[in-house]
């Protein structure tokens, strides 16, 4: 982003703002430590979503319409500044919950939250992605990249934003934890940590490799078969006595998550359109997803060349 290369461009949120606009007076310098001052402080830091908002790197003036579900409505003359007001727009209402992931992802949680996530961080470094960048870019769509490159730009305007010359306005949590978020790179959307939640193949191999110990190939493959069915097969010299749940420690440390019962399932079906009501098809997804707050989800409707889409996605990633 070239700042002041490019006019000075307008955000527009026209609706359902009001309830976040009403104004705490603060006092400065004020002590956090009592309930309404920590709420005074909270809602001083909200982000200015009604109005008009000067931002560096847009093109053209581009409109947010937030409907009563606080749903942002983007609408964009360029795919840049669609992606770019997007990045801009989670960071207002997500900013904390992006930082983590960010920073989970990288594998720079110890850093600011102590020694305890050594490990997990350890684990994401082993994660990252090491190859030829050029090629990881070429194997996306085209505009990938280049959405990439918007998207984060906007996410670093806001935080360049909120931490203005005069008043440090980052979310309250920043403050309470004594601590600030980085900067944003487009190969930071590509980070590989994330997946671990939805996969299980580390367990499951695990699992196969001490069935195959304790009872052959043979049986293995009869109980509990690869899929795609593929033969198998110990690497000679390879002894499978060692393994134990052991192995998996710092893996389910990462992968962990908090769940509302002990056995989960996913399903995914679709009905007709000559069995609905509208003569349109539906469809109906379950993520297997952990229930968590601030939702994984973020629901948002971009507007532009070639773009006329609303739906769920993650707020820290582009698109839905």
Avoid at 85 to 91: H, L, T
Avoid at 129 to 138: D, K, L, P, Q, V
Avoid at 247 to 259: C, F, I, K, Q, W
Avoid at 283 to 311: F, K, Q
């Amino acid at each position: 982003m070239r700042p002041f290369r490019f006019p000075r461009s307008i955000l527009a949120t026209l609706l359902g703002a009001a309830f976040l606009l009403t104004a705490c007076v603060r006092q400065p310098g004020e002590d956090l430590r009592t309930e309404s001052a920590l709420r005074e402080e909270a809602g001083f830091r909200l982000s200015q979503i009604s109005g008009r908002i000067a931002v560096n790197g847009l093109r053209k003036p581009v409109t947010v319409i937030r409907d009563k579900w606080g749903v942002p409505h983007i609408y964009a003359d360029t795919e840049e500044d669609l992606f770019f007001v997007q990045g801009f727009v989670a960071a207002q209402d997500r900013l904390y919950q992006m930082e983590i992931w960010r920073r989970t992802g990288r594998g720079e949680l110890a850093a600011v939250f102590g020694p305890d996530f050594i490990e997990r961080d350890r684990m994401a470094r082993l994660m990252r992605y090491r190859g030829n960048m050029t090629a990881e870019w070429e194997s996306y769509s085209p505009q990938t990249k280049r959405i990439a490159e918007s998207f984060t730009e906007g996410i670093n305007a806001y935080i360049a934003e909120q931490k203005g010359e005069r008043e440090d306005r980052l979310p309250i949590e920043f403050t309470l934890l004594g601590f600030q978020p980085g900067q944003w790179r487009p190969e930071d959307i590509l980070l590989r940590t994330a997946g671990l939640q939805m996969t299980y193949n580390a367990a499951a191999e695990i699992a196969r490799a001490r069935l195959v110990a304790a009872l052959g190939t043979q049986e293995a493959m009869r109980w509990m078969p690869p899929e795609p069915t593929t033969p198998l097969a110990v690497p000679e010299g390879l002894d499978l006595a060692g393994l134990d749940q052991r192995v998996l420690e710092v893996y389910s440390s990462v992968t962990g998550t908090p769940t509302l019962e002990t056995t989960d399932g996913s399903n995914n079906w679709i009905v007709s359109g000559n069995l609905s009501s509208t003569g349109k098809p539906l469809m109906a997804s379950d993520p297997h997803r952990a229930i968590a707050h601030p939702s994984l989800r973020y629901v948002t409707h971009l507007v532009g060349p070639g773009w006329n889409v609303i739906g769920a996605g993650e707020p820290a990633l582009p698109g839905v």
